[in-house]
């Protein structure tokens, strides 16, 4: 997989790099959010959205999860269900690669139970400062959660600021 996230970019980063990726061979899910008119369009596979029908499926799939989730006082996102259905999709299409798109932030996103090959931070600005931090290199700290050991990491160019806090999280 290769994990993206950031402030601005981070959606046409996503879709230009798993189209490359598709046309370079690949079997490529991409999972990216929001959605823009069907709720669907955030899980792809080559280019198609899921079917219906898949959809249907991996929700049928996860239920008994969030049924034993909600009896032990668990509740989560919808955001967090959703990469749940969307992995559970891109291993049964036994993707190749899939591009990942982070919701909010990185340390704590659900999407960053992955262990991608590369990692990728788009320009960072002011966002979500509520639950992110009111500075940019607390919000720069946050979505360099998503870096691992030993998996390359990547970024623009970026403030001062924010470049520090990446480099730093980085080594």
Do not use: W
């Amino acid at each position: 997989s290769v994990h993206v996230a950031g402030t601005k970019g981070k959606g046409s980063t996503c879709h230009m790099l798993a189209g490359m990726l598709q046309y370079g061979g690949l079997k490529t899910g991409l999972y990216t959010s929001p959605h823009l008119i069907d709720l669907r369009e955030r899980i792809r596979v080559n280019e198609e959205l899921i079917p219906r029908d898949a959809l249907v499926e991996q929700v049928k799939r996860i239920e008994p999860v969030l049924r034993k989730m909600a009896h032990a006082g668990e509740r989560p996102t919808f955001f967090e269900i959703f990469t749940a259905m969307a992995f559970c999709h891109f291993a049964d299409q036994k993707v190749d690669i899939a591009v990942i798109e982070t919701g909010m932030g990185g340390r704590l996103d659900s999407t960053n139970v992955i262990l991608p090959e590369v990692t990728a931070i788009t320009s960072i600005s002011k966002d979500h400062m509520a639950v992110l931090g009111n500075t940019l290199a607390k919000i720069a700290e946050e979505k360099a959660g998503i870096f691992k050991r030993d998996v390359p990491a990547l970024t623009c160019q970026q403030d001062p600021e924010v470049l520090a806090v990446l480099r730093r999280v980085a080594a």
